[in-house]
């Protein structure tokens, strides 16, 4: 009887992407954690244990801004679930139609936004929205909706929302191009057979489509958690680190970024923000591990 024989060649292929990946994700993740454990005493690192998430949840002074941005954080993702993921569901059920003439070129310019850089992004909205010298005012103008113009990025209870807007304008191709691949993978065969059943149009999106995509949907949505629980960049191009006007627009990465590095008068305090860093991880861990409970329990209850 021959022994079967130790395939080197899977461990030396894997061998470089774990190396990297360990070195680029896992170590930093597992440092991060670690220096949220430390805090600095008189110029020595003394452990202090979950003082620091005491501190950040509890004290007055830092649980007013880690609860500002964290609710910042569940609106910014709230206006993607709601506008992007809707919008991306519709424009790839129309550019999916066979009939549609120059699907093509109208899937690139949509998806074009979403390779540009965050601060080209930010900075051309911000020229764009701006009252002094933006377009968006005379262009309100020409079509008579002047009145409807404010200075929504210098505005309180504006900012956010226009912020959240922009990015899905950015990235609302993300999710039109995963939902059309889902939709092209359709075998024609379903199609063919609920035609026959008198199923067509939009009933057949709806009752033949949409069940099938809700897998694609599913993977769009935990992406879209975690993107916008991770994001930075163009809140920070737009608003700076500070996230103005008055922190309406800041998030869990702006405040751990200053509060990490440390901005203007503000010292930068790596230990506290590795617990702001480590806060963002257990919440986004947690996310998803809940979303993945309530689908395994879905398919548990379909089988029986």
Same mark, same amino acid.
């Given at each position: 009887?021959?022994?079967?024989?130790?395939?080197?060649?899977?461990?030396? /292929?894997?061998?470089?992407?774990?190396?990297?990946?360990?070195?680029?994700?896992? +170590?930093?993740?597992? @440092?991060?954690?670690?220096?949220?454990?430390?805090?600095?005493?008189? $110029?020595?690192?003394?452990?202090?244990?979950?003082? @620091?998430?005491?501190?950040?949840?509890?004290?007055?002074?830092?649980?007013?801004?880690?609860? @500002?941005?964290? !609710?910042?954080?569940?609106?910014?993702?709230?206006?993607?679930?709601?506008?992007?993921?809707?919008? !991306?569901?519709?424009?790839?059920?129309?550019? =999916?139609?066979?009939?549609?003439? +120059?699907?093509?070129?109208?899937?690139?310019?949509?998806?074009?936004?979403?390779?540009?850089?965050?601060?080209?992004?930010?900075?051309?909205?911000?020229?764009?929205?701006?009252?002094?010298?933006?377009?968006?005012?005379?262009?309100?103008?020409?079509?008579?909706?002047? =009145?409807? /113009? #404010?200075?929504?990025?210098?505005?309180?209870?504006?900012?956010?929302?226009?912020?959240?807007?922009?990015?899905?304008?950015?990235?609302?191709?993300?999710?039109?191009?995963?939902?059309? #691949?889902?939709?092209?993978?359709?075998?024609?065969?379903?199609?063919?057979?609920?035609?026959?059943? &008198?199923?067509?149009?939009?009933?057949?999106?709806?009752?033949?489509?949409?069940?099938?995509?809700?897998?694609?949907? &599913?993977?769009?949505?935990?992406?879209?958690?975690?993107?916008?629980? @991770?994001?930075?960049?163009?809140?920070?191009?737009? $608003?700076?680190?500070? #996230? &103005?006007?008055?922190? =309406?627009?800041?998030?869990? !990465?702006? +405040?751990?970024?200053?509060?990490?590095? !440390? /901005? $203007?008068?503000?010292?930068?305090?790596?230990?506290?923000?590795?617990?702001?860093? =480590?806060?963002? /991880?257990?919440?986004?861990?947690?996310?998803?591990?809940?979303?993945?409970?309530?689908?395994?329990?879905?398919?548990?209850?379909? $089988?029986?």
């Amino acid at each position: 009887m021959t022994r079967p024989r130790i395939r080197w060649h899977i461990p030396v /292929f894997l061998a470089p992407a774990v190396v990297i990946y360990t070195a680029v994700m896992i +170590f930093p993740l597992v @440092n991060t954690l670690r220096l949220a454990l430390f805090s600095k005493i008189d $110029q020595e690192r003394v452990f202090v244990g979950l003082d @620091n998430f005491r501190t950040l949840f509890f004290d007055p002074i830092w649980s007013e801004q880690f609860w @500002n941005a964290l !609710g910042n954080n569940f609106w910014f993702f709230l206006i993607h679930m709601l506008v992007q993921n809707p919008i !991306g569901i519709v424009l790839a059920a129309i550019l =999916s139609h066979p009939r549609l003439r +120059f699907s093509a070129l109208y899937r690139s310019a949509i998806f074009v936004p979403t390779i540009l850089s965050f601060v080209i992004v930010g900075f051309a909205w911000k020229l764009i929205l701006s009252p002094i010298w933006g377009i968006a005012p005379s262009m309100l103008d020409a079509v008579g909706l002047k =009145s409807l /113009f #404010a200075p929504w990025l210098g505005k309180e209870e504006y900012a956010l929302t226009t912020l959240a807007l922009i990015s899905v304008w950015q990235f609302v191709g993300i999710p039109m191009m995963l939902i059309y #691949a889902a939709l092209l993978s359709i075998p024609d065969e379903v199609i063919e057979a609920g035609e026959v059943d &008198g199923i067509t149009g939009m009933a057949a999106f709806w009752k033949i489509k949409l069940p099938l995509i809700l897998p694609s949907i &599913g993977i769009i949505s935990i992406l879209t958690f975690v993107g916008n629980f @991770n994001a930075f960049d163009l809140i920070y191009a737009s $608003q700076g680190a500070l #996230a &103005g006007p008055d922190y =309406s627009t800041d998030i869990l !990465g702006t +405040f751990m970024y200053r509060t990490f590095f !440390g /901005f $203007q008068l503000q010292l930068g305090d790596p230990h506290m923000g590795s617990a702001i860093a =480590s806060a963002m /991880f257990a919440i986004i861990l947690v996310g998803v591990c809940l979303y993945l409970y309530g689908v395994q329990s879905r398919m548990r209850r379909y $089988q029986l």
